[in-house]
Structure formats: structure tokens, C-alpha cells
């Protein structure tokens, strides 16, 4: 192998390996766990970087046969190209950061030993996500996310809600999965190989492509959280806010989203794909941003926010911009995890999750503060941050399938994304504007107490506004590192679209060097400006509330939570009770019957015994009953 290839099979082997390594410890080796935790992200960081140093333009691929059914393929294989490192770079320094944090957010965690190795494994996963080059590699990766998702959402046993939690992201995305399963079955029994390059090289018939295409689609809905297999993810808030972040930001939900782009050669001969994937990307780009602007819980805002921005992801991948929606996950990947890092530390140091329960932190979280506005200004697309180029980016690629048809999608998906993209700019900074006021702005909305300072996992969603606090603060050093190494990129991404290696790594146009954009730049305005006029009016009061009737239905996101409860749920238990009952009453009735039955023969045999009936009367006796019976039956039968 070259080095590049080297490389790339290090890129999961390594944090594998410390993971395996880190389960095997005593629970209480927290040390030990967390060197090896950091030491494994560090060392995927560094192969990462070496692989955008060392790889060449256009694809590596290396390949190992691993299992053949009868000529079906599956190989231990790589397929590598710039946007694979800098995917990579992006997992390893968000896993790195979630890594360094959580030594001292959960300081006092008596399960730290196994939370840390899950983080290792959930990083190998993505990392071998990126990597693959075999189907069947992709989906080992996939599916162990999924595993590590349930274990890390529900770590915090404290919580009621944390169990349930982890319960619906595991379920809910495992019915996307099943989807995604048959796709790449279809995939490589057409095509006669698992392996990525044979698969695109393949000539499939019209249909059969697109209904694999439809099928992997599901497998993207859950993973990425599009409409309607999204409701996992604003309820994976019950899981500690670093594992929020590296959720949020760079494995599970941007899983989806990378294999797309991964085969999206074979998407553009589906344009029916495509065109279902443009309008779950509205949907969800929508939802996500209305869901955001009426919620309390500072990390629920984040979630929908999440949910809002995959939506403009899959958008640009609807409109035929792969490199659009890549540098998109890169951006949002550093903001996002800068953004969820940086709201653990005002938890940690307030209290509560409610923004209800906050205000006025400016000052005593100078650096929480200006952290946070950054990620915020990228959230919202204030220039030159990230977030303008990239999701700004967007909206170009966007329009010009609308107005000029350009990609394979039809015109009409490229006006659906535009205008619903325009909209999201708008609820975007509203939502972002409202966060940075109602959290450190104007007066402390919390009655000042001593508060335990080992309470490093976060208070449950549930927590009341009145909930004591102590003084509030900046974090110490393990959490304010990572939260300033965050805003690094957050920043500097943005001017990185005019160095031209990372353009064309991305395989960026020039429609990412456009000056500013006067209507999404007005949007922006126009947003943050209804958030701050609402907020000065009356500083006290939720800006939220001037969504009037409104504000519950996107409180609740239209309730589509309580219909899937209805419409799925219920009706899936109903049958599992009636499935119980059968199995108690009839299958379990026959067999106990038949048990008690052989038993009373045996007791009516075992009396007469006793009473001194020869046996060979018995054996006459027994011998008539059963050809008594024999003829019943064949006279029925007759």
C-alpha cells in the first residue's frame, strides 16, 4: 500500500483499537481512560492531517478481499480523495475536543472509564464511514454508530428521560436502516460486488437504481434526521452535553449526509431520488428552524437547529452540489460542537438548561459569551464566518438549478429548496439572536444560591426556572480549551474559500467567492432585528412570545411526535399485546394442556395400578380408548 492508503486504514484501526482496550478497564480507571480517549483522537487528528498532506488529486483506492459468496465480492478496502482527509480532519478534532472536555465536565462520573471508550469506538465508526471503500464496510461502520448512539444518549442513568431517549434514537433509526440495508443489497447484487467503485462503474437498469436509491434514502433519514425519522434527535438532548456535540457535529448525523455524497454519481442517474430528497430537505429545513424559535432548553435550540441545517445539506445534495453540502458539514461541524460546548458551560455553571433560568452572563462569562456569538453569527450566516460561505453557498447552487437547470434535478426542486432556504435565513437568526439575548444579555432571571460544583452532567430538560445556582463563571481550563480551539475554524473556514488547495479539495465553483448576497443578507438583518426589537421592548420577556397562538404547535414541532406516537407506536404495542395473548392462550394453552393431559393419563394409570389391575388389562384397556379414537377420526374424515 502507498502511504495515503497506510494512512487511511490507520484512521479507524487506531481509535478502534484504544477503544477495545479502554472496555476492557475497571470502571473505576479513569486516568488510564482518559489518556487512552484523547491519545486515540489525537492520533486519528494527526493521520487525518498527514493524508490531506500526502494524497494526491483524484481517488486512492486500495482493496483486500475479505468474503466471497460464489462470486459476491465484499473487500477490506479504502477509497480516498481530499474531501475524505478533510472529512476526517473534521471527525477527529470535534472527537478530540469532546475527548479533553469531558475529563472535566464529568469529573465526578463514576462510569467516565467506559463513557470515554464508547467516544473511541463512535469516532472509529465515522472514521471508517469515511474511509470505506466496500459497502458492507460502510455499513459496519453505520450500524456500530447506531450501537454507540444508545449506549452514550442514555450513560446518564440519573435522568428518567435519558433510557426512553436512547430507546427511540435506537429504534427510529434502525427503521431507516432496514431501508438503507436492502439498498446496498440491491447495490451489490446487481452490480455483482460490494465494492464502491465497481458499483458506480456499474450500468443498472432505470428502475433498479432508483429503487435503491429510494432505499438508501431511508437509511439518510435516519441517520441525518430528515422528515420524518427526525424525532430522534432533539430527545438525544438526555445524553451529556459533550456527546451532543460529537452527535450533532460530526458522526452520526453528518453520516448520512457523507453517503450521499459518497454515491452520488449513482444519484444523478435517479433524478426520482433526487427529487424525494428535495423535498424532505424543505421539510426538514423548515421544521427544524420553526421548532427552534419557541423552545426553552438551550440545547432543544441547538438540536432543531441541527435538524434545520441537515435539511440545507441534503438541499444542496438534492440540487446535484455535493461539494456545496460538504463544505457545509464542514463549517457546521465546528460551529455546532463550539455551540453545544459552549452551552455545557453555561449548564455547568448555572444550573439549569432553561434560558428562562439565565440572563445576564456577559460579564461573568466574558469568553462563554464571545464563543458562543461567534458560533451563533455562523450559525446564522454572518459574514465572513463560516456559515455565510457555506450556507450561502447553498442558496447559489440552489437558484441556479432553478433558474438555469443546472444538475440533474428537475427546476422546481431548485426553487423549493431556494425559497425554503431564503426562509430558514430569516428564522435562523431570530432564533440565534433570541438565544444570545435571553442567555447573556440583560438580567439574571436566577435566584443566586450555592450550587454543588460537582454536578458536571447536565440538570434534565425538566429543571425549573427557579432552580439555585451559584455564582456563574467561565469554566476552568479542560472545558474552556476546546471551546476556544472550536472557534478556530468557525472563523477561519470562512476565509479558507479563497485558498485555493481547499477550494478544490471541495471541489468549490466560484459561486462560494460571490460578494455579499443582498437578500439573504437582509434576511439575516431582518431576523436578528425583529429578535432584538422584541428583546428591548421588554428585556424580562420572551421574544418568543410574540409568536402568539402559534408558539405551541412550534413548540411541540406540529406535534408530529405525538401523531407518529398514534399512527406507529400505539398500533405496534396493540399488536404485541394481542401477540402475547395468543402466545399465553393457545400456544401456551396447547402445550400446558397436552402436558396436563399426559400427566392425568398417567395418574389414571398409576390408580389403577395401585388397585391391582393387572397390567395386561390396563394395556387392553388403554389399547381400546386409542382405537376408539382412531375410528372417531376416520369416520369424521369419511
Known amino acids: 500500500m502507498t502511504g495515503a492508503q497506510t494512512l ?125 471503500g466496500d459497502l458492507i464496510m460502510l455499513l459496519v461502520g453505520w450500524e456500530v454508530m447506531g450501537i454507540c448512539s444508545y449506549l452514550l444518549i442514555g450513560h446518564d442513568r440519573r435522568l428518567p428521560e435519558a433510557p426512553a431517549a436512547a430507546v427511540k434514537a435506537f429504534l427510529v433509526t434502525r427503521v431507516g436502516d432496514v431501508g438503507f440495508l436492502l439498498g446496498i443489497v440491491v ?11 465497481d458499483v458506480l462503474a456499474h450500468d443498472f437498469s432505470p428502475g433498479t437504481l432508483t429503487a435503491a436509491c429510494l432505499l438508501l434514502l431511508a437509511g439518510v433519514a435516519g441517520k ?10 432533539p430527545d438525544a438532548m438526555a445524553g451529556p452535553t459533550p456527546i451532543s456535540a460529537l452527535i450533532h457535529a460530526a458522526t452520526m448525523v453528518a453520516a448520512g449526509i457523507y453517503a450521499v455524497t459518497r454515491l452520488f454519481p449513482l444519484f444523478e442517474r435517479a433524478p426520482a431520488a433526487l427529487a424525494v430528497l428535495g423535498v424532505m430537505a424543505a421539510v426538514t429545513l423548515l421544521l427544524g428552524a420553526l421548532a427552534a424559535t419557541a423552545q426553552d432548553d438551550i440545547k432543544r435550540v441547538l438540536a432543531w437547529s441541527t435538524v434545520s441545517q441537515l435539511g440545507y445539506m441534503a438541499g444542496a445534495l438534492a440540487v446535484g452540489s455535493p461539494p456545496a453540502a460538504l463544505f457545509h458539514l464542514l463549517s457546521h461541524a465546528a460551529f455546532k460542537a463550539l455551540l453545544f460546548l459552549a452551552a455545557g458551560a ?101 435566584q443566586t444560591h450555592p450550587m454543588d460544583e460537582s454536578a458536571g452532567i447536565d440538570a434534565p430538560a425538566t429543571t425549573p426556572a427557579h432552580t439555585p445556582v451559584g455564582t456563574p463563571h467561565d469554566p ?21 474559500v479563497f485558498v485555493a488547495p481547499f477550494r478544490s479539495a471541495l471541489a468549490l465553483d466560484e459561486a462560494h467567492l460571490d460578494a455579499f448576497l ?26 418568543a412570545t410574540g409568536l402568539g397562538p402559534l408558539r405551541p404547535a412550534f413548540a411541540r414541532a406540529f406535534w408530529l ?21 395468543i402466545d399465553e392462550t393457545v400456544v401456551d394453552g ?29 394395556a387392553v384397556l388403554a389399547g381400546a380408548l386409542l382405537l376408539g379414537i382412531a375410528a372417531v377420526a376416520l369416520g369424521g374424515s369419511a
Open 590 to 618: 396447547a402445550v400446558e394442556g397436552t402436558g396436563r393431559g399426559t400427566t392425568g393419563l398417567g395418574g389414571g394409570l398409576d390408580l389403577l395400578h395401585r388397585a391391582g389391575v393387572p397390567r395386561a388389562v390396563v
Open 8 to 132: 487511511g486504514a490507520l484512521l479507524p484501526t487506531v481509535p478502534f483499537g484504544l477503544a477495545l482496550v479502554g472496555l476492557l478497564l475497571p470502571q473505576r480507571s479513569r486516568a488510564v481512560a482518559a489518556g487512552l480517549g484523547i491519545t486515540g483522537a489525537a492520533a486519528a487528528l494527526v493521520c487525518a492531517v498527514a493524508l490531506a498532506i500526502t494524497i494526491d488529486h483524484g481517488i486512492t483506492e486500495s482493496a483486500a478481499e475479505w468474503i466471497d459468496f460464489g462470486g459476491l465480492s465484499v473487500t477490506l478496502s479504502v477509497r480516498l480523495d481530499p474531501a475524505t482527509a478533510l472529512v476526517a480532519i473534521a471527525v477527529a478534532v470535534v472527537a478530540l475536543a469532546v475527548q479533553v472536555y469531558s475529563v472535566g465536565y464529568l469529573h465526578d462520573d463514576d462510569r467516565y472509564a467506559p463513557y470515554a471508550a464508547q467516544i473511541s469506538l463512535f469516532t472509529a465508526a465515522m472514521l471508517l464511514v469515511v474511509v470505506a
Open 346 to 446: 453555561v449548564i455547568h455553571s448555572v444550573g439549569s438548561n432553561l434560558m428562562s433560568a439565565m440572563g445576564g452572563l456577559r460579564r461573568p462569562m466574558p469568553v462563554t459569551f464571545w464563543c458562543t456569538a461567534i458560533g451563533l453569527g455562523a450559525l446564522a450566516g454572518v459574514p465572513p464566518l463560516a456559515g455565510f460561505w457555506s450556507k450561502d453557498g447553498i442558496l447559489v447552487v440552489a437558484e441556479q438549478a432553478a433558474r438555469h437547470h443546472t444538475g440533474p434535478a428537475a427546476a422546481w426542486v431548485g426553487w423549493l429548496v431556494w425559497i425554503a432556504g431564503l426562509v430558514g435565513v430569516g428564522l435562523t437568526a431570530w432564533y440565534a439572536a433570541r438565544l444570545l439575548l435571553r442567555t447573556f444579555l440583560g438580567a439574571s432571571r436566577a
Open 518 to 543: 443582498i437578500i439573504p443578507v437582509a434576511l439575516l438583518l431582518l431576523g436578528a432585528g425583529l429578535a432584538w426589537w422584541r428583546w428591548r421592548a421588554d428585556p424580562a420577556a420572551d421574544p
Open 476 to 496: 476552568p481550563g479542560l472545558l474552556r480549551w476546546p471551546v476556544l480551539l472550536l472557534a478556530v475554524p468557525s472563523v477561519a473556514l470562512g476565509f479558507a
Open 187 to 197: 447495490l451489490g447484487v446487481s452490480a455483482g460486488s460490494f465494492r464502491i467503485s
Open 561 to 581: 411526535d405525538e401523531v407518529q406516537h398514534a399512527l406507529v407506536v400505539r398500533p405496534v404495542r396493540a399488536l404485541g399485546r394481542l401477540a402475547r395473548r
Open 224 to 233: 441525518s434526521a430528515q422528515f420524518p425519522l427526525h424525532t430522534w434527535l
